[in-house]
């Protein structure tokens, strides 16, 4: 499995970046997907999560109303919609698969996660 994370990039506050994980060696049908991201100088933290057969989505709190996770199964690709950015929102987006059935509680545990992308990175000026 390779995950392929594009779509990073400086914005100014208030702005909006898609992120897009491109899945490659398996169907994507079959795996529930994460997205994380790691600050400066902070711990790498679960951001967003979506069930291999969309039958939940979460999201951590600070990124409620303002991130979308989605796919897009015919081009085996995730996605991170993210509007009204912050500054705190700055640092290394990437996302995570795993085949395994994925309760929510598991969104944020990454060791649950089997495979990941090299990630890309979000800058957002105040």
């Known amino acids: 499995v390779q995950l392929v994370e594009s779509g990073g990039g400086l914005v100014q506050s208030g702005g909006s970046l898609r992120l897009a994980c491109a899945v490659s060696?398996?169907?994507?049908?079959?795996?529930?997907i994460a997205w994380f991201r790691q600050a400066p100088g902070k711990e790498r933290e679960g951001v967003s999560c979506?069930?291999?057969?969309?039958?939940?989505?979460w999201y951590e709190d600070s990124v409620k109303g303002r991130f979308t996770i989605s796919r897009d199964n015919a081009k085996n690709t995730a996605y991170l919609q993210m509007d009204r950015l912050k500054p705190e929102d700055t640092g290394v987006y990437y996302c995570a698969s795993t085949r395994i059935f994925t309760p929510l509680a598991m969104c944020t545990v990454q060791d649950w996660w089997d495979d990941w992308g090299q990630g890309t990175r979000v800058t957002v000026s105040s």
């Open positions: 979506i069930g291999r057969e969309d039958d939940f989505t």
């Open positions: 060696g398996v169907t994507l049908t079959n795996y529930s």
